[in-house]
């Protein structure tokens, strides 16, 4: 096994946790006794509503919140008692960025290449190259008070990889934003993966996120993980198809009679009966002529091939925000940016 630079092996740039629990006051377990593992260089998906123990778990993975029990080892150190070699070794953008409104890109970026003791040369060098590859160089003599939120994003994720992490953590960081925003934040994490074997720790709630960068995901869901695996494993759990009837006359109730002979009901969109089918997608046919016998106008019909959502409906009979934030988000959000655009 060959050592970089810095006389680090490629395998420290995992993640090993192993019953890491966190109780606060009033004996609330935010997160509840979770083992996981991260490979080094690979990019986890870390699905869940809000409250589930996604930041939590980021938190005391960052040494930002010392664990109630349990341990967790990041880029081979440990998070209690090696903590500021964890925090020399890593990267983390968390869902509120930590910016001065007053001051420029290029003056973040000597800010904290001072902090982290880069020689100024090499802090220059480094963090032009960052302007330029997050989009920002015509707007990086601007003050953060006129960005838009994707540019605030885009800085936020250079100020954390100008010291060279191995390990990145990434706290939603794609909240808000409009979808070619997103799109290009999932490029360049896509890349850092891909070209330079950072291993990213990504909290999401937008299903489309986790399917198209994580290798693998894990699903929390009241401070336990209950799934875990490649995106394509977790559907394989699923394996069968939804059908989703919207009534014409919202009789749901009515609808759901209809369906329940074709499979086991799951939760579906408001006003709507589901079904995961028990025989697959040849039961369509045979559900419309159900529909048509009891005499019910169906307003809409859709046919749902597994997602990670179903993974999500079927472990906590739940769905999340983002998977119906994904559905409206082409429409709303803040306008596309373009490098150096104005807010």
Not at 14 to 28: H, S, T, Y
Not at 77 to 97: F, K, N, P
Not at 120 to 127: S, T
Not at 202 to 224: C, M, N, S
């Amino acid at each position: 096994m060959t050592e970089s630079a810095n006389g680090t092996r490629p395998a420290d740039n995992g993640i090993e946790v192993r019953g890491l629990a966190r109780e606060f006051k009033g004996g609330v377990r935010a997160v509840d006794g979770i083992d996981l593992d991260v490979t080094p260089g690979s990019i986890y998906g870390f699905l869940g509503p809000n409250g589930a123990g996604k930041s939590t778990t980021v938190h005391m993975l960052t040494t930002l919140l010392p664990p109630t029990s349990g341990s967790a080892r990041v880029a081979g150190h440990d998070v209690v008692t090696e903590g500021a070699a964890v925090r020399d070794s890593i990267g983390a953008a968390l869902q509120e960025a930590a910016l001065d409104p007053q001051l420029s890109a290029r003056e973040h970026m000597r800010l904290q290449g001072a902090l982290h003791g880069i020689p100024k040369d090499e802090r220059r060098r480094r963090g032009e190259a960052l302007i330029e590859r997050v989009g920002l160089t015509e707007a990086a003599d601007r003050k953060v008070a006129g960005y838009s939120g994707g540019m605030k994003r885009r800085l936020d994720l250079a100020l954390a990889l100008l010291h060279g992490p191995r390990v990145l953590f990434l706290d939603e960081p794609t909240t808000g934003l409009d979808i070619q925003s997103r799109t290009a934040l999932w490029d360049e994490v896509a890349r850092l993966a891909r070209d330079e074997g950072v291993t990213v720790f990504l909290t999401t709630q937008y299903l489309e996120e986790a399917e198209q960068l994580a290798d693998r995901v894990g699903i929390i869901d009241r401070g336990v993980i209950v799934a875990e695996g490649t995106p394509s494993e977790l559907k394989a759990e699923i394996g069968r198809p939804t059908v989703e009837a919207v009534p014409a006359d919202d009789d749901r109730e009515q609808a759901a009679r209809v369906l329940e002979p074709f499979g086991e009901p799951v939760p579906g969109s408001p006003n709507a009966a589901a079904v995961r089918l028990s025989d697959g997608a040849e039961e369509l046919a045979n559900i419309v002529r159900a529909f048509d016998s009891a005499g019910i106008r169906i307003a809409n019909l859709e046919l749902h091939a597994p997602s990670l959502n179903d993974v999500f409906l079927a472990k906590t009979g739940r769905s999340l925000e983002g998977a119906q934030a994904e559905a409206t988000d082409a429409g709303t959000g803040e306008q596309p940016v373009l490098e150096g655009a104005p807010a």
